[in-house]
């Protein structure tokens, strides 16, 4: 069914994070182009995205952590009764194409390949990323902290830090899966061993400023369809059942 087209055709404007800018982004896209509408989506971290908002730019939709959402609802940013929950991202491990394929498959033989690589890259904790603090969290408990930041060189975003893996500038990159996935030339290893594992949670919510709030929630529906949960999925993202 056609939403809106008679209204005349409207620029919805998406902010989303880096970690789900793939999916989001076709799902918005495919979802304007079939009301003859268009999608403006703009990706960042949670905290930029959170900065935007209270600087006064508005959005149609909004999706950050589901961490970041709480704070945007307590200061008014978001249409709390349309908030939903879409998904969970893992943390991921990635070299070179082409490069060795060191052993990832549990916590000793991952901490053994982080103390043996000469390099690594991930998201500058500073930025406030959350794939930095679940970072730092299982670092802390490999005890391999200090060890690994003595190598690690910083990015802004996710994908940055795998750019870096696939020119050959950095052996080893963390990143989300789903920033990982997109990246011509990056070899998934897999996921941190799921003992170390902490899913980070992704929530959407109608900007308090959209233009066109009613467009705004009618894209809800297709992110949280069967359809958008398969493209979610197929990501590298779990998505929530609702």
Known sequence: MLFGASAGAAELKVMVTGSMATPLKEIAESFARRNGHTANVTAGITTTVTATLQA?????LVEVTS?????????????????????????????????????ISNAEALKR???????????????????SVNLKAFLDRLDIGDEVTRKTTYTTTGEEAVQKVVRGEVDIVLAFVSEIL?????????????ALQVPT?????????????ELAR?????????????????????????
């Open 67 to 103: 961490v970041g959402m709480d704070q945007l609802e307590r200061e008014k940013l978001i249409v709390p009764e349309s908030r939903i929950e879409i998904a969970r991202a893992l943390i991921g491990v990635a070299v070179r194409e082409g490069a060795m394929v060191p052993d």
């Open 56 to 60: 006064g730019e508005n959005a149609d």
């Open 113 to 131: 390949t982080l103390l043996d690589a000469k390099s690594i890259t991930f998201v500058n904790p500073r930025f406030g990323g959350q794939v």
């Open 182 to 194: 997109p990246v011509r030339g990056a070899k998934w290893l897999g996921p941190l061993p799921a």
């Open 218 to 242: 009618a894209l809800l529906a297709p992110i949280t369809s069967a359809e958008g949960r398969r493209v979610i999925a197929d990501a590298g993202l779990e998505p929530i059942a609702r």
């Open 201 to 213: 949670s992704y929530s959407a919510a109608i900007g308090v400023g959209s233009a066109s709030p």
